[in-house]
Structures are given as C-alpha cells and as structure tokens.
C-alpha cells in the first residue's frame, strides 16, 4: 500500500500546530508522505525538531505557542523564510482540562483553554490568511472535537471551545471561499495526545 501512494500533495507547504505528538504528529508524518514539505510547530521544541528531522529537515521543527501572537508572527517569517510561504495550515494545538463542574475550574485553566483552543486560530488566521487570499488558494483544517457537537459532562468550558472552533470554521470557509482558500474541521472523538 505504502508504495501506492499517490503524492496528492507533492510540492505543498504546510505547517502543523501541535505537530510533535498525537494527532499532530500523525497529520504531520502523512503529509510528509504524500510529498508535502511540513512545519511541525509545537510547544516542545525539541520533539517538534525531532519529528521533523524524521520527516527529512530538523530546520522544520520549531518551537512555537500558538497562543502568543510574537510566536505566531515568527513563525510566519520561518515558514517564509524557509518554505517561501505555506498553502496548508493545520490548526490542531489543543488543551484540555480534567473533568470537573463548570463552576470550579480555575481561571487560569480557562484562560489557557482559550487562548491555545481558539486565540491561536485567530492567531495564525491573521499570520497566514492574507497571502492565501493573495496567491489565490489555501486550505485551513481546524482540529475541533466530538465534544464541541455533542458535549460530555464536567468538560464545559473545553466543549464551548471546540463548538467555538466549529463555528469559527464555517464562518472562515464562507468568508474565504471567493479567495479559493478552504476551510474545514475536523472532529475526532479521542487519542492519545498531552494536555
């Protein structure tokens, strides 16, 4: 089967948040063999750098938190810098919360769910968008979750903010389309992935 890949995305440039590990790492390593050259962003510099030097370039391991908008914006410059610009974004970094009632998570773990769950699409939509919509074509895929469609209990505020992922995709891929740029979410039920 390996060998009858079809390379559907030989010549491609993406970049993968949260690339070092679980789903991440997954997207990352089937990209790479269906010809993409990939970003693997993460957190954890040194397994995003280690993944990448799987893949074939360790330079494409960077360390980054997409919640922080310098970070997003340096990122931005190595993917120019490197790759010449990207045509895939694939916005998976994620956290979570151990389940609890809504009304004793702490404010800390709430802040750190949005900003990594959905400020960084916003983040990387500002960083990445305008030259998509510049070379005529782009694809974006939001990595949401079950829990956004169809919650689980004591996980409120991490299924608020993947229905927000959820609806923020629709309303990118409307605005996006006139430009040839998709956008799409995905919503995987679980995996083996760090908080």
Request: net charge negative; charged share 20%; hydrophobic share 45%.
């Amino acid at each position: 089967m390996e060998g009858n890949r079809s390379k559907r995305l030989e010549g491609k440039r993406a970049i993968v948040t949260g690339g070092a590990s679980g789903f991440g790492a997954g997207i990352a390593r089937r990209f790479a063999e269906e010809g993409a050259r990939v970003i693997v962003a993460d957190l954890n510099g040194d397994a995003a750098r280690a993944l990448a030097a799987e893949l074939g370039d360790a330079d494409l391991g960077v360390k980054v938190d997409v919640s922080s908008a310098a970070d997003v914006a340096a990122l931005a410059e190595t993917a120019e810098r490197l790759l010449g610009g990207v045509d895939i974004v694939v916005n998976n970094a994620g956290v979570g919360h151990t389940p609890q009632p809504l009304d004793e998570l702490s404010d800390e773990a709430f802040d750190r769910i949005a900003a990594v769950n959905m400020r960084s699409i916003y983040l990387m939509s500002k960083a990445f968008v305008p030259a998509m919509k510049a070379q005529g074509s782009g694809a974006i895929l939001n990595i949401a979750s079950t829990g956004g469609v169809s919650p689980r209990p004591n996980l409120t505020w991490y299924n608020a903010s993947k229905g927000w992922v959820i609806t923020a995709t629709r309303a990118m891929a409307v605005e996006l389309a006139p430009f040839q740029v998709r956008v799409n979410a995905l919503n995987p039920v679980a995996g083996d992935t760090p908080c």
